[in-house]
Nanobody, 125 residues
Framework: VQLQASGGGLVQAGGSLRLSCAAS????????TTWFRQTPGKGREFVAA????????YYANSVKGRFTISRDNAENTVYLQMNSLKAEDTALYYC???????????????????WGQGTLVTVSS
């Protein structure tokens, strides 16, 4: 499975961006697909996940109500719509995919088999 993340950029606080994670080699509908983010000197932080069912989604408390994860099976792509962006959302965002994880493991970066390259999101205040 190969994942290609895109959509990052520079945006002012309060603005919006939509990240895309295009998959090849396997349907995303058979995987749990998750967004993580990382800032210098810190580990990868869980942001949002969508189960293979497509109806079960999970969010970090810090982004709940502002970010929405979704999936287009026809495009084999997972999206992260980010609204009301804050300076603290600035990070390198990664998409990852893995098996059907139990809820307590969804936020653990070590549980994922496949990773895309990061896409940089910079929010200016």
């Amino acid at each position: 499975v190969q994942l290609q993340a895109s959509g990052g950029g520079l945006v002012q606080a309060g603005g919006s961006l939509r990240l895309s994670c295009a998959a090849s080699g396997r349907p995303v509908s058979t995987l749990t697909t998750t967004w993580f983010r990382q800032t210098p000197g810190k580990g990868r932080e869980f942001v949002a996940a969508i189960r293979r069912t497509g109806t079960n989604t999970y969010y970090a408390n810090s982004v709940k109500g502002r970010f929405t994860i979704s999936r287009d099976n026809a495009e084999n792509t997972v999206y992260l719509q980010m609204n009301s962006l804050k300076a603290e959302d600035t990070a390198l965002y990664y998409c990852a995919a893995g098996p059907n994880l139990i809820l307590s493991s969804i936020g653990s970066a070590s549980m994922y088999d496949y990773w895309g390259q990061g896409t940089l999101v910079t929010v200016s205040s």
